[in-house]
């Protein structure tokens, strides 16, 4: 067979001609509907929505489990599913159940006052993650800033480290790379920095024990914030013994372990945490427990809570920067309730598992056929394929396999045969409605893509 096969970038470039004029003439509703957003940033709700392929995004009629169908009437298999967002599906019964019953016969959606569910919820967390007490937000970027806040009244330390080309939302000091000299930088493309990024964060690569050492021995840092996987740049497994070392540099340091599963919680019902036994301090999760439905959270040790709660001068419940009206809302916490009691249940990720398992080896299978130097990563129920073999070990090698033309190409094939794959990445990730169908019609789609791409198939 074949290997490492070099891509014909004049072909691609042929290629990308076609399917750039195919999406376009099957989209004219969206894109008439883009065309006349006048009064949108972006011309889109939200900047991101502006990612997708093909000069302009498609505009959604509905969506049911992992199937969307566009304003133009052309249905998808959803492998992007809110790039995580709705990792529940789109609208799962028991979700729209709980959100009918709290907005019809509940009533108040935002009061300022606890419901029941609440504790449910928090039990429900402390099973799956380990963490005996929990605090709601609306977005894990919310709960990454407001648990970073609690690190720092903890530790009284007042940096954060993070990895190359992490992601955690937009919270101020995660979009940091190392520069020369091993101090921290903006990454390319960070909007609007409040400070130079060496004043609030420190940086080392992925699967760089050493390093992290050397930065944790300046004695600074109130938390290591870290996905046990990087995920937003392509997937990036950890190495053997990676994240073992990491909970013992922490320790020796004085440093609080905040690991976020907001997109790692596709390892299984209780995330990468329960899956590879990991002792975190501080832990959040957002998008997905809510089924759609904004929502997100943080838990903390007892010890944690006990530093925290020993700080006179910290104000926990009006003006101290930790806290929002709409956060914990009723329809928000019921939403979580029903998702975690009857969707993403452990039965339902074990199937998940097993499909994203048949999509890595079906993505494997062509990469092997047809030799391009690709690889394919899986993450529990999420899979995802980059430009690069061997696959990337480091964030910032991750960010250098990129490549914005096969990305177009590969993106805008999909989805002018009636699959999508998240728009910021070649991610896929399997919900409780995925089914092997979906799963072998993209192996078929994916295998047409790249014989395309190489030669072994039609131009047409």
């Not at 021995?217 to 994240?243: K, Q, R, S, W, Y």
Request: with cysteine; aromatic share 8%.
């Amino acid at each position: 067979m074949p290997t490492d096969v070099t891509i014909d970038r004049t072909r691609l470039a042929t290629l990308l001609d076609r399917e750039r004029s195919a999406y376009t003439a099957a989209h004219p509703r969206s894109a008439e509907l883009f065309g006349a957003a006048d009064h949108l940033f972006g011309r889109v709700p939200m900047t991101w929505m502006a990612k997708w392929s093909g000069g302009f995004p498609l505009y959604l009629d509905t969506a049911h489990g992992n199937t969307i169908t566009d304003v133009d009437g052309r249905t998808y298999i959803d492998f992007a599913l809110g790039d995580t967002g709705a990792m529940a599906g789109h609208s799962p019964a028991a979700t729209v159940a709980a959100v009918r019953e709290r907005l019809e016969v509940g009533g108040g959606v935002t009061t300022m006052l606890p419901t029941a569910d609440a504790e449910w919820v928090g039990a429900e967390l402390s099973r799956r993650f380990k963490l005996p007490l929990w605090s709601f937000t609306l977005t894990a970027t919310d709960a990454n800033r407001w648990a970073i806040r609690l690190a720092r009244i903890a530790t009284r330390r007042p940096k954060i480290l993070v990895f190359s080309y992490c992601y955690h939302g937009s919270v101020d000091e995660i979009f940091a790379v190392p520069g020369p000299d091993g101090v921290a930088v903006a990454r390319p493309g960070n909007a609007g920095p409040p400070v130079p990024m060496d004043l609030t964060t420190r940086v080392v690569e992925f699967n760089d024990a050493a390093a992290l050492e050397r930065e944790l021995a300046h004695g600074d840092v109130a938390a290591v914030l870290m996905e046990p996987a990087l995920t937003n740049i392509g997937i990036v497994l950890p190495e053997p013994g990676f994240l073992e070392r990491v909970r013992e540099l922490c320790t020796a340091a004085g440093t609080l372990l905040m690991i976020d599963e907001t997109h790692t919680f596709s390892a299984g019902w209780g995330g990468a945490t329960t899956a590879w036994d990991l002792e975190p301090d501080i832990f959040v999760i957002g998008k997905s427990i809510g089924g759609g439905i904004p929502s997100g959270a943080y838990g903390i040790s007892a010890e944690v809570a006990r530093l925290v709660g020993a700080d006179a001068d910290a104000d926990l419940v009006d003006v101290g920067g930790v806290g929002g009206t709409l956060a914990g809302n009723a329809l928000s916490v019921s939403a979580m309730r029903a998702t975690l009691e009857q969707v993403l249940t452990p039965e339902a990720f074990d199937g998940m598992i097993a499909l994203a398992t048949r999509f890595t080896e079906g993505v494997q299978a062509t990469i092997d056929r047809t030799g391009v130097a690709w690889s394919v990563q899986q993450l529990g129920a999420r899979s995802e394929y980059r430009f690069a073999s061997p696959a990337p070990t480091t964030g910032t090698a991750s960010a250098e396999s990129a490549d914005d033309e096969l990305d177009e190409y590969v993106h805008l094939f999909m989805a002018n045969r009636g699959v999508l794959i998240t728009p910021f990445h070649n991610m896929a990730l399997m919900c409780p409605t995925t089914t092997t169908d979906d799963v072998d019609r993209h192996t078929e789609v994916f295998a047409a893509c790249v014989d395309e791409l190489v030669g072994t198939g039609p131009v047409a």
